[in-house]
């Protein structure tokens, strides 16, 4: 059974750096797209950044396109995303999720495995 373990939140200020990591298990980390969603209290869960099986190929939502990176190195099973020039808006719970499919992977309901998630909280 797969399974997805985040890491790398906390509390940070405005403009600073962070790098969260995901772990896979049960399965090989390469048989997946993998992506990163966050939801803020009373939002919905949203599209962060998507990257392909071999990861050379990534999507980035608008928002933090320029200041986040996703990576993976699937010899590790992991999949990180590194955020650069974080703001308050950019407080929520982050995901990181595996989807089976070959293509997209903008949507919640392509992803069939989800971590438990990471706070994240960015201060003023």
């Known amino acids: 059974q797969v399974r997805l373990v985040e890491s790398g939140g906390g509390l940070v200020q405005a403009g600073a750096s962070l790098r969260l990591s995901c772990a896979l298990s049960g399965r090989t980390l390469s048989s997946y797209r993998m992506g990163w969603f966050r939801q803020a209290p009373g939002k919905e869960r949203e599209f962060v950044a998507v990257i392909s099986r071999r990861g050379d190929s990534t999507g980035y939502a608008v928002s933090v396109k320029g200041r986040f990176t996703i990576s993976r190195d699937n010899a590790k099973n992991t999949v990180a995303l590194q955020l650069n020039s974080l703001k308050p808006e950019d407080t929520a719970v982050y995901y990181c999720?595996?989807?089976?499919?070959?293509?997209?992977?903008?949507?919640?309901?392509?992803?069939?495995?989800w971590g438990q998630g990471t706070q994240l909280t960015v201060s003023s």
């Open positions: 999720a595996a989807s089976a499919q070959y293509s997209g992977g903008y949507k919640t309901f392509e992803y069939a495995y």
